[in-house]
């Protein structure tokens, strides 16, 4: 049987704006003080809304559906500072229950990449993600077919009856892995894009995958899941993954066990 999950865990919390943030740290309060250990947080200035805001008159389109100018460079850098503060109060409040340490980074790049490089040596890796309505969602573990991870069954069940939430598995067949009995929770797809294309049309608050196990292997997908999910992310097994990123990022350094706070 495989290593269920231990008390002790350190949780990285990636993220391109507060408000991410925020929504990733709602989840995190939500699994019992034992399980942390250490926290952390790395906000990424994404390189791609930088350049747009250096764009003479170039316009954006909130999340709300309004076309506006998009904000100039010094306002952006601006509100970037205000998410910085905000992040770090956040980790300190979250962190503070447990009586664990916590850190915090910025770093520039893609989000889910630099967070991934961010996150290694760190037992989690959460990825933000706003609340697009106020309509509660699924607990849903994005998992390959056969026996269920001990430490994704653990997580999902414990925020399952925290956010008093269904939870569902969306199970993806191993290549030669043939039909076999499931749970009923469980819904079978044959590939990882028919699984994705569901998870489109599902109402979900948090999605779980372990990276070690599939059916996500590499960044591109990982990406397309953040996408789709349009929810908060908790991704085991980062360092399977980390192995094929070739360039180093600004890594948070991670807590000791007894825990302590690095304030800018």
Request: net charge neutral.
């Amino acid at each position: 049987m495989e290593e269920s999950i231990r008390p002790g865990l350190r949780i990285l919390v990636g993220a391109g704006c507060f408000v991410d943030a925020a929504a990733a740290l709602r989840i995190v309060a939500r699994l019992p003080g034992g399980f942390l250990a250490g926290l952390g947080g790395i906000l990424v200035d994404e390189i791609d809304t930088l350049a747009t805001c250096q764009i003479p008159r170039q316009r954006i389109v909130s999340a709300s559906g309004v076309t506006a100018i998009a904000p100039s460079l010094s306002q952006v850098r601006a509100l970037l500072k205000a998410d910085a503060r905000a992040f770090q109060k956040s980790l300190a409040r979250a962190a503070d229950p447990a009586g664990a340490g916590w850190v915090f980074a910025q770093d520039k790049g893609e989000l889910v990449s630099t967070a991934l490089r961010a996150a290694t040596g760190w037992d989690i890796l959460v990825i933000g993600y706003r609340e697009v309505h106020q309509i509660p969602g699924k607990i849903v573990v994005l998992d390959t077919a056969g026996p269920q991870r001990d430490a994704l069954t653990e997580v999902s069940d414990c925020l399952s009856k925290h956010l008093s939430a269904d939870r569902i598995v969306f199970s993806v067949a191993a290549e030669g892995n043939g039909k076999t009995a499931r749970p009923s929770e469980r819904v079978a797809f044959e590939t990882l894009d028919q699984a994705l294309k569901a998870l489109a049309c599902t109402n979900a608050q948090v999605v779980l995958v372990d990276l070690a196990h599939g059916p996500v292997h590499n960044l591109v997908d990982l990406a397309r899941l953040l996408e789709v999910a349009r929810c908060p992310l908790i991704v085991f097994g980062t360092s399977s993954m980390n192995a094929l990123l070739q360039h180093s990022a600004q890594i948070p350094p991670i807590p000791g066990r007894n825990g302590y706070n690095d304030t800018p």
